[in-house]
């Protein structure tokens, strides 16, 4: 046998001793220091939500609802906002009725408000205040839709529309920052939609009362990180909740019609276990949508005009199914 074959088994050796002293150890020991750096995330994360004072709007449905769940199962105390007094109590019982290893011992508090009526929102932020005496985290989560074409479309639904999406979370919002700042802490959750960041056709009320959304709290976020505290913004695509079946048409009425590509998607409660992560990890933003609205955003940035062409070929083609 030859120098050449007496080499190839030696270098295997040192190969294999290579392998079990250094690669595998290193490997378990990358694989043990993240382990134990995600279980302090979940602690850290864990700590700041429990006993936590949320106030969340749009309390009664959908997302809100789902958030509702997510933070009481937390541990936090929920202040729960909503047009409907009815509802909300039987959400307060729900909540109540729900078990789980670290049981929530706090009874959520109600505040009944529109939040197109700014004059309220106002009065309701005193209210929230007395209760509980100062907000740790808001989840500006209440809003409606729209489906319409720009040109049929009325102005007083442009203006309800950024009322109710725009206007009132922000009234609710520079309501409680004082309080806020005072105290050095505080974290204000507005939840946008991927509309904040592209426009689709038939859709313009709503897309704009988003951008303003998603600029204000962009804003607000610069602004206040000197205070200690923070800003996240949810940026959702589908989800299976009533927003299309309660959206309003450009005349004022009820569009009543579930969209397809809403019912087919994420769960309520899937985007809420989103929302308390984000904000448990004191995220400054999340896009919450599939692959093909995330490619989307991007395309908008990269390549506007190719966006903007199939955006047009997309407006003519629904167009053509609501026209036969």
Known sequence: ?????????????????????????????????FTLFRLLQW????????EAVVVITGAT????KECAKA???????????????????????????????????????TVVFDLS??????????????????????????GISYRG??????????????????????????????????????????I???QGKISIPFRSAYAASKHATQAFFDCLRAEVEQYDIDVTVISPGYIQTNLSLNAIRGDGSRHG?????????????EVAQVVLSAVGHKKKEVLVAGLAPSLAVYLRNLFPRLFFTLMASRAKKEKKVKDS
């Open 117 to 142: 009526d700014t004059r309220r929102v106002i009065d309701a932020a005193e209210e929230i205040l007395k209760l509980v005496g100062h907000v740790d985290i808001l989840i500006n989560n209440a």
């Open 71 to 109: 933070f009481h199962a937390a541990g936090s105390k929920l202040v729960l906002c909503g047009r409907n007094v009815e509802k909300l109590q039987e959400l307060v019982q729900e909540l109540s009725a729900m078990t789980n290893h670290r049981k929530n011992v706090h009874k959520p508090h």
């Open 257 to 269: 019609v579930m969209d397809k590509a809403t019912a087919e998607g994420q769960t309520a409660a």
């Open 43 to 50: 602690m850290r994360m864990r700590a700041y939500l429990r």
């Open 1 to 33: 046998m030859g120098p050449a074959a007496g080499r190839k088994p030696l270098q295997k050796g040192k190969l294999m001793d290579l392998t079990t002293t250094v690669i595998i150890p290193l490997l378990f020991g990358s694989l043990g220091i």
């Open 61 to 64: 449905s959908g997302l809100g």
């Open 149 to 190: 074409t720009v040109v049929d479309t009325g102005l007083d639904v442009d203006k309800k529309l950024m009322e109710t999406n725009y206007f009132g979370p922000v009234a609710l919002t520079k309501a409680l920052l004082p309080s806020m700042i005072k105290r050095r802490q505080g974290h204000i959750v507005a």
């Open 192 to 194: 946008s939609s991927i």
